[in-house]
């Protein structure tokens, strides 16, 4: 198939406050191009870093106007293939179609992953009570002789929840952050706590997650090992048993 000329596609690349990365904008030439080449029509693609819609199309007139997620820039054929069939002709095409919106939601489901990577920019490590960037950095050189690189947060607070249970901290392997819950940053909270819960998350750098017969290893003997081997670690447990309710509680 010939390649389409330069006038049957235009691109627009989500201006995230750092520029496109220049492998971006080829890629995401190659995926209009190749959209444009499977439906001999003019396409026009943004390329944005939402949330919610990962794909989305509309039929203007003169042109096919696709909007994804820029995780579908690395998208494998089949899944490019799917882009274009989802949008194809309607005619005589719905089981097509059904078909083509199956492949891209396994596609979405299997990045994941890469939508939830929260911004770096938007990681505030100073909270009302504790500050995780001195604790973090404390622990870094006590326990970790400075080699841990990660940047450290507390996660998005939602007042006035009653939960049910709680995830004190999360790691984010592939972006290198640590957020941690904000219920941990009160008063009634003793930084022993948190920083049990910050070495915790620091440590999942230090002993990464690993596949063992296909099955991912977070919590490995090695982990729990050093886990215990850490100082806090009986006292901060003893102390999360007695203060469930408080952690379940809304700080606000
Ligand atoms: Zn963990």
Do not use: C
């Not at 009160?186 to 997650?209: G, I, N, S, T």
Request: glycine share 6%.
């Amino acid at each position: 198939m010939p390649r389409p000329a330069e006038s049957n596609r235009q691109l627009n690349l989500f201006d995230a406050r750092r520029a496109p990365r220049a492998a971006n904008v080829s890629s995401a030439r190659e995926l209009a191009d190749t959209l444009s080449d499977l439906l001999a029509e003019r396409v026009r693609l943004t390329v944005h870093d939402n949330r919610s819609t990962m794909v989305s199309f509309r039929r203007n007139p003169d042109e096919i106007h696709y909007r994804v997620h820029h995780m579908f820039l690395e998208a494998p054929n089949e899944v490019v293939t799917a882009l274009a069939a989802f949008a194809g002709p309607r005619r005589g095409a719905a089981a097509r179609r059904r078909e083509a919106g199956t492949r891209i939601d396994a596609f979405v489901k299997r990045n994941r992953a890469r939508i939830a990577m929260p911004r770096a920019d938007r990681l505030l490590a100073r909270g009302r009570v504790h500050d995780l960037q001195e604790i973090y950095d404390r622990l870094n050189g006590e326990q970790f002789g400075g080699e841990i690189e990660a940047r450290i947060g507390w996660g998005p607070a939602r007042p006035g929840k009653r939960r049910r249970t709680v995830k004190t901290g999360v790691y984010v392997q592939d972006a290198r952050i640590i957020r941690i819950h904000p219920t941990l940053d009160r008063p009634q909270v003793p930084e022993f706590y948190v920083a049990a819960v910050v070495f915790h998350e620091m440590l999942h750098q230090a002993v990464p997650a690993r596949e063992v017969n296909g099955r991912r290893i977070v919590h490995g003997a090695e982990f729990r090992r050093r886990e215990r081997a850490y100082p806090d670690h009986g006292r901060a447990r003893a102390w999360e048993h007695r203060n469930l309710a408080l952690l379940l509680s809304s700080p606000v």
